[in-house]
């Protein structure tokens, strides 16, 4: 096989196809790697032809530059590059902080950690005000939900039966209120039944 061509599924898919069968191609270990090698080299083509001469070119361009200046640029030059490396390093680790402490507050407040990436902040005060405020919104939404689930579908105190049905006395209910009153809520019915308005 030249590299090329593709790679040839085996025999036993084209019997799938001819039997009328689901076709799932299989290839062989020979196959798969002459396939991946064939890949390979056309990436590594490709970046010698267009990768490669750009990056040399910026480092012929930048070693130009560097011969140009005098002993003193050069120096400032070096300093000014590790003062970025060092500012970009120490930013990094003040971020890498900021998270740290950003768990810490939302760990004492018993929220998820998951939440940090979200409200961390390099300013101390700005990343409590984060948290705080996360915080309260969550807890918010979080006892509304509770509400919201603990109240149900039906009155409690009513057990679900029309407020009309509740507010009447027991000599004005029909027999058919009187049923509908003792099926849903029959301690009610034996209350008012027994107070016998």
Known sequence: MSENEEPK???TDE???QEGGKSEKTFTRAQLAAAAKGQGKKDVEDFK???????IADAVKK????AKLSADEKAKKRDKERQQELDAREAKLNARDALSATKVLLADKGLPASFASMLSDTDKDKRKANVETFYDTYTQSVDKKVRDQAK???DPKTGGLPKDLITKKWSELSFDERVELYRKDPDEYQRMK???D
Request: aromatic content about 0%; glycine content about 8%.
């Open 152 to 154: 149900g579908k039906s």
């Open 15 to 17: 019997q799938n196809q």
């Open 9 to 11: 599924p085996n025999e």
């Open 63 to 66: 070693a130009q530059d560097d």
């Open 194 to 196: 027994s107070k016998g």
């Open 49 to 55: 032809t267009n990768e490669l001469p750009k990056l």
